[in-house]
C-alpha cells in the first residue's frame, strides 16, 4: 500500500505543480469518507477504484435487474388479476361469455407462469455468482403470486 501511496502523493503533488487548485470546489475540505468496514481490506483499493468510475461488480447489477424484473412480475399479476375479476362480474350474464373470461385467464397464467420460471433461472445463477456472505435471493413461487393477486381487494 505505501507504493500506492507514494504514487498518489506524486501525482497530487505535480497537479499542485502545474497550476493553483485552492479556487476548485471543497478546496481545503476534508474529503467525505465512506464506511468500509464491511468490505475486507484487501478489496478496498479495488472497490474504491470501481466506485470512482461508476463501475459495478456483474453480481450487484444483476441483482438490480432482478429487483426491477421481480417488481415487473408481481405489478403484472396484480393488474391482470384485477382486470379479471372485473371481467368476470360483467361476464355472470352468460356463461359463453364467463367461459371466454376463463379461457383467457388460463392462457394468461401460463404465460405468466413461464416469465416466473425464467426469472428463477436467472436468479439461481445470480445465487451462485455471489460472494460468500451475501443472502441468496428467493426463488419466486408463481401460483402462490397468482393466488394473492387473485384474492386481493375481492
Known amino acids: 500500500m505505501k507504493k500506492w501511496e507514494r504514487i498518489v502523493d506524486r501525482l497530487i503533488s505535480d497537479a499542485i505543480g502545474d497550476g493553483d487548485v485552492s479556487q ?3 478546496a481545503g475540505k476534508r474529503l467525505p469518507t465512506k464506511d468500509e468496514s464491511h468490505t475486507p481490506r484487501e478489496w478496498r483499493a479495488a472497490f474504491k477504484m ?12 444483476a441483482g438490480a435487474r432482478l429487483d426491477q424484473a421481480e417488481a415487473a412480475l408481481r405489478k403484472q ?5 384485477q382486470q379479471h375479476r372485473r ?3 360483467r361476464a355472470e350474464t352468460t356463461s359463453q361469455a364467463e367461459a371466454a373470461v376463463e379461457s383467457d385467464w388460463t392462457r394468461y397464467r401460463g ?3 413461464e416469465r416466473v420460471k425464467s426469472y428463477n433461472r436467472e436468479a439461481l445463477v445470480y445465487n451462485l455468482s455471489l460472494p460468500r456472505g451475501i443472502p441468496h435471493r428467493q ?6 403470486l397468482i393466488e394473492q393477486a387473485l384474492q386481493r381487494d375481492s
Open 24 to 26: 476548485l470546489a471543497g
Open 50 to 61: 470501481m466506485d470512482d468510475h461508476n463501475v459495478l461488480p456483474e453480481w450487484i447489477a
Open 77 to 81: 399479476i396484480n393488474s391482470r388479476a
Open 87 to 89: 371481467k368476470l362480474a
Open 111 to 113: 404465460r405468466f407462469l
Open 139 to 144: 426463488i419466486l413461487r408463481g401460483e402462490a
